[in-house]
């Protein structure tokens, strides 16, 4: 009895909402769509005046400026909010470009195999040879650097990844004999591809596009903090504390709130998604 | 042949081979048979694992796996019309369309996670035949395999239907634009037995009333004694037998075929221990010279160890064939 009810107990923790996750991701969304109503400042607003205060709770601080101001006069708080939009719209972007080649790279691979499949695993190894911020480095170079430029960058350089694990979910699809039913029905290969392997691969994407997020948007705050991204005035985090870090002797809240905001809005998204890969993979929920 | 014959013929095999190429060797799954199925009529290919029915199907549909799996002789002839000649989309035209199958397990012959509906539609939107809305359509292929209430059933996922339904949608997609040949493979195999005759009667009907030739590829003999009128005994990739239902279970010729009539329980027949044919098929990557089936055979003569027997006619009038030294 006792082992029984210890049993249930354990099963309970592992099926348990991640309100952390959730709350972090439901909070980055939430400033995404409402944040030019939230923030009190726009993110061009600068003013002399009041340059370099501290956050509110410190000497000098002040409660129009919650989280202090930088070098210029401008509102941390009000410029973390306004990047909220920024990341999670450069990460979109990327995974939306290089998910659709991906997917379509992966299914044609899985689904064709042959020569076709030896050809585009082989471009996939050439890919992921190619170091991400050198050619990131190269492109920028002789586009300029920009969001768009990002956003292109990781978006050919990260391709790859979605292809292998798409291909691999395709062979086993494949074998099912709805496939077959398929071709007896009629159907084109592209017919069959797009329209019954790729709605059982969906969940896997799911999962796959959540934790990605995640790391897009330290990609991109990584590549902005080189230079080699947005630039200013944007307020994008990781050009935040780009900007903050000749003052960080005297200034630490402009490189640590942008920061944190940037770690929490990974690690909610890491949960996130690993919280739905348990629910959406029945192979998983059986444990 | 005289010309009323040529006439009613659908589909004549002449030859066929498809051998599987793995680095182990050349498996030859199907090695050179010859048959042919005439206009509404419902023939069994009778034959154990592995015995060559299902690549023989797929061989008909040209849905060999590739690249492993070749056909690399023979002929398909399909009212005279060679299907080893078409192109893939002449060949797309004919499946689904002239040609239709139905396979083994219902369950994961339809995708999941895609509805009913959708899944008949696509047998349409290829072949545009009937006139109505794609939805209509759907409804009637469902009424004519007897779903209830397919109103709202169209609108339902396959997991939410039982076994036997999912089969009965499957044959309906199959017959939905009532192709000339129905190849059926195992259809009732995955399936209890009451369902399993239920099915056997829905072909049946389906098959009077749109005239399909059925090929039913299966083991199991009581199906064929139920639908079949001819029957086709399949060993180690080749047919050793041809004959009428009734000619077959009163006088096999073939001894791979009296063994397996003897296999099958008698109700109400005591007999103790249940005949079984010694010893285990061939192995089809390098099959013996000679009869495969001669090392299981206690009937088996000198001859039948190096030379394979020719087809005999036993019947030329019922058509009954064997390929037996026993009868040469």
């Known amino acids: 009895m006792l082992f029984k009810k210890n049993n249930k107990k354990q099963r309970k923790v592992n099926n ?55 070098a210029l006069g401008r509102d941390v708080f009000s410029r973390l909010i306004h990047g909220s939009r920024f990341s999670l719209l450069i990460a979109v972007a990327c995974i939306a470009c290089y998910g659709t080649i991906g997917v379509i790279m992966g299914l044609l691979s899985g689904f064709m195999g042959g020569i076709t499949d030896m050809v585009i695993m082989r471009l996939c190894d050439l890919w ?38 798409v291909r691999g979910e395709c062979l086993s699809i494949k074998q099912n004999d709805f496939i077959r039913l398929a071709r007896v029905a009629g159907c084109s290969n592209f017919r069959i591809m797009f329209s019954h392997v790729f709605p059982n691969i969906a969940n896997t994407l799911i999962v796959l596009v959540t934790l990605n997020i995640g790391q897009m948007i330290i990609l991109t705050a990584t590549l902005s903090f080189l230079g080699l991204g947005t630039q200013p005035p944007s307020p994008d985090w990781g050009l935040m504390m780009n ?17 944190v905001a940037i770690l929490m809005a990974v690690l909610g998204f890491n949960i996130v998604g690993d919280w739905l890969r348990e629910i959406l993979d029945p192979k998983q929920k059986l444990r | 042949m005289t010309e009323n014959i040529n006439k009613d013929l659908l589909l004549k095999i002449q030859g066929l ?83 239709s199958m139905i396979l083994q397990d219902p369950m994961v012959s339809l995708n999941q996670i895609l509805r009913v509906e959708y899944q008949i539609g696509e047998v349409f939107r290829f072949h545009k035949k009937t006139n109505g809305s794609l939805r209509e359509k759907c409804i009637n292929v469902l009424k004519n395999v007897k779903v209830p209430s ?14 036997g339904m999912c089969q009965r949608v499957v044959i309906g997609m199959g017959i939905a ?50 639908i079949c009128s001819r029957v086709m005994v399949m060993y180690a990739g080749r047919i050793v037998e041809k004959a009428p239902v009734h000619t077959f279970y009163k006088t096999p010729a073939h001894p791979y075929s009296t063994g397996l009539i003897k296999s099958v329980p008698v109700l109400g027949k005591k007999i103790g221990r249940l005949f079984s044919i010694e010893g285990q098929p061939p192995s089809l990557l390098n099959p013996p010279a000679g009869c ?37």
């Open chain 2, 177 to 226: 634009n009532s192709p000339e040949l129905l190849i059926a493979d195992e259809p009732t195999t995955a399936l209890d037995v009451t369902i399993q005759s239920q099915i056997l009667q829905l072909m049946k009907r389906v098959q009077q009333e749109t005239g399909a030739a059925i090929l039913m590829i299966t083991h199991d003999l009581a199906t064929v004694a139920q």
């Open chain 2, 150 to 163: 397919p109103e709202l059933r169209i609108r339902d996922y396959p997991f939410q239907f039982s076994g």
């Open chain 2, 17 to 99: 081979k498809t051998h599987f190429f793995t680095k182990r060797g050349v498996v030859k799954a199907v090695d050179g048979i010859d048959f042919s199925i005439r206009k509404g009529e419902i023939v069994g290919l009778v034959g154990e694992s592995g015995s060559g029915k299902s690549i023989t199907s797929l061989s008909i549909m040209r849905l060999v796996p590739k690249p492993a799996g070749e056909i690399v002789e023979g002929k398909i002839l399909l009212d005279n019309e060679n299907l080893l000649e078409k192109s893939a989309e002449e060949m797309r035209q004919i499946r689904g369309n002239r040609i």
């Open chain 2, 292 to 328: 495969c089936f001669a090392s299981r055979c206690n009937m088996a003569k000198e001859i039948c160890h190096s030379e394979y027997p020719p087809e005999i006619t036993l019947d030329e009038n019922a058509n009954h064939r064997v390929s037996c030294w026993l009868h040469a």
């Open chain 1, 16 to 70: 348990r909402i991640p309100f952390v996750g959730i709350s972090f991701v439901g909070g980055f969304l939430f400033l995404v769509v409402f944040g030019n109503w939230i923030a009190p400042y726009d993110y061009e607003y600068w003013d002399m005046a009041s340059m370099m205060l501290p956050p509110a709770w410190l000497d000098g601080g002040s409660m129009a400026h919650v989280l202090g101001t930088d």
């Open chain 1, 243 to 259: 900007e903050g870090r000749q003052y960080i002797n005297s200034a630490w809240w402009l490189v640590v709130f942008p920061g």
């Open chain 1, 128 to 165: 992921m040879s190619m170091p991400a911020i050198i050619l990131a480095i190269i492109l920028v170079s002789l586009m300029g650097p920009s969001a768009l430029t990002v956003i292109i960058v990781v978006g050919i350089a990260g391709w790859p990844g979605y292809a292998r694990i």
